[in-house]
């Protein structure tokens, strides 16, 4: 993710690893050091395998790093939905994988003593529109007829009214970043080997290769938010979401709410507790490079908070970036029905830490082969998005018009300099270029092709990146990689000519 604005979360530092300088042999290399990737290499080491991780930037610098904190089976209103999409049986293993993810964390936590601020606490979906109630009790009926032992209430500690909100105790909150560099240094602790600065371009027949060697692997685990490998299709099976998060310190701590909340309707208003007086305000998600100014989305959650919490001020704001899948589940299992060696994992829909883990849990038992009746109903190159074919069609023809359009508007669009402070695709010589001028004298210019497959990637202000709006690879404004699942850098430009500077290599 971008640096731009940090997370509370990532106000810890952790230890830092070397990059991958030599061709090592592993029983698993897991790619992507965030909670899928540490919590499946540390299961994995515990069994007893040699485990290799390989990180393109540094541990927790990605997507975990910049979540709510919130560890939950009540994903906002889901299970009626996949009840009717697949059948109660689905709806009920999914609810029990993350359940048990929980149970997971809090096992680790305990079992290396990470001190990471692990708390059991309820969590509530909620409303406050009586037209969305009816659909509250049939969420609470599904949910409990499936296992989840949730009760609809009509009061909460929020300071605003609720018509009904749905309950589920024992459910908890940590500390993300501190978690994650507690399982890096007990992994590594324990024998485990972590490459920092080390970016996967590519699988081999014995491995994976990095920009910096090679690791020889039985097993290949990609644990990247989407899959740097397009052999899955999984890209058409998802669409980049982004969302937006402030830390407030209120000035009446009696005030914070001890729950976890989020809310049913649009727009998405997401709360949780972290800290004595800091509380988490989440919500304004919006399609990846759709918004020309998502500037104004911290404003308006911050007039939001003001409105009802008494805010001392401001501490931290922060966007995140996830992927939503099509069907409604993740898609957590063997690449393509042809391989039974690389894994991935995908779709966590803003849920990635429950569903991060126990797609770790999941790796672990295949692997292993070991019993996980869960395990089908994720399959990766599953057909149900033909189920919900709405999703599916949508997004991708969605992909199309921008592919299209985006490419239409640079060719008849501006030819003036953006100006400074500020970014723009513009002609140079007749040709497109992403320049972003940094100053009245400084420019940086790069092509406006997403190197994954080709979309245009547009600006985005808040967090000074080029986005690709298509599959929500995340560029700098010097072309290197925020985000995958592109792999190689964008091309430099000359800001005059818009003429390639250099031919890049990776």
Request: proline letters at 5%; aromatic letters at 8%; one cysteine or more.
């Amino acid at each position: 993710m971008s640096e731009t604005r940090k997370s509370i979360w990532r106000e810890v530092s952790g230890p830092t690893y070397p990059p991958l300088t030599e061709k090592i042999k592993a029983d698993a290399v897991v790619v992507g050091g965030g909670i899928t990737g540490l919590t499946s290499a540390i299961l994995l080491r515990e069994a007893g395998l040699s485990v290799a991780l390989v990180e393109a930037d540094r541990i927790c610098s990605g997507t975990t790093g910049y979540t709510t904190g919130k560890l939950t089976a009540l994903h906002r209103l889901i299970y009626a939905d996949i009840a009717k999409t697949f059948d109660e049986k689905t709806a009920a293993l999914f609810a029990e994988a993350n359940s048990r993810a929980i149970d997971q964390v809090e096992t680790l936590v305990g079992k290396y003593e990470i001190d990471c601020d692990f708390r059991r606490l309820p969590a509530y979906t909620y409303t406050t529109r009586t037209d969305l109630v009816d659909t509250l009790e049939k969420e609470a009926r599904i949910a409990g007829k499936i296992g989840l032992p949730v009760e609809l209430v009509g009061e909460t500690e929020l300071p605003f009214p609720v018509e009904a909100a749905i309950k589920l105790d024992n459910q908890a909150r940590f500390h993300p970043g501190r978690y994650l560099n507690g399982l890096a240094e007990k992994f590594t602790a324990n024998g485990g080997r972590i490459f920092e600065q080390s970016r996967v371009i590519g699988t081999t027949s014995e491995g994976v290769r990095t920009d910096r060697g090679e690791i020889e692997a039985k097993h290949v685990i990609i644990a990247t938010l989407l899959p740097i490998l397009d052999r899955g299709l999984l890209f058409i099976k998802n669409y980049p979401w982004r969302s937006y998060l402030l830390a407030v310190s209120l000035q009446d701590k009696g005030s914070l709410p001890a729950g976890m909340y989020i809310s049913a309707e649009d727009p998405v208003r997401s709360l949780s507790p972290a800290g004595e007086d800091i509380l988490l305000i989440g919500g304004e998600s919006h399609h990846i490079g759709h918004d020309p100014d998502p500037q104004n989305r911290y404003q308006v959650l911050e007039n939001w908070a003001r409105n009802h919490f008494t805010v001392k001020k401001i501490e931290f704001s922060w966007s995140s970036q996830d992927f939503l899948p099509a069907d409604g589940l993740p898609y957590i299992g063997y690449l393509h029905p042809f391989t039974k060696r690389i894994m991935v994992a995908t779709g966590f829909g803003k849920w990635g830490l429950t569903r991060g883990t126990f797609a770790a849990m999941t790796f672990r038992d295949m692997i292993l082969g070991k019993e996980n009746h869960w395990r089908k109903a994720f399959t990766p190159y599953r057909l149900s998005c033909l189920k919900a074919p709405g999703n599916f069609i949508h997004s991708n023809m969605h992909v199309g018009r921008h592919f299209i359009i985006d490419r239409l508007k640079a060719y008849t669009g501006q030819t003036s300099l953006p100006n400074p402070g500020e970014a723009a695709i513009t002609k140079r010589d007749g040709r497109p270029t992403a320049i972003y001028r940094k100053s009245e004298e400084e420019r940086q210019a790069i092509s406006p092709v997403c190197t994954h497959l080709g979309c245009y990637v547009s600006w985005n202000k808040a967090e000074k990146s080029w986005d690709c709006p298509c599959h929500g690879s995340r560029f700098t404004p010097e072309g290197e990689i925020l985000c995958g699942p592109a792999v190689k850098v964008q091309a430099k430009l000359d800001a005059s000519t818009g003429k390639k500077q250099k031919k890049d290599s990776r």
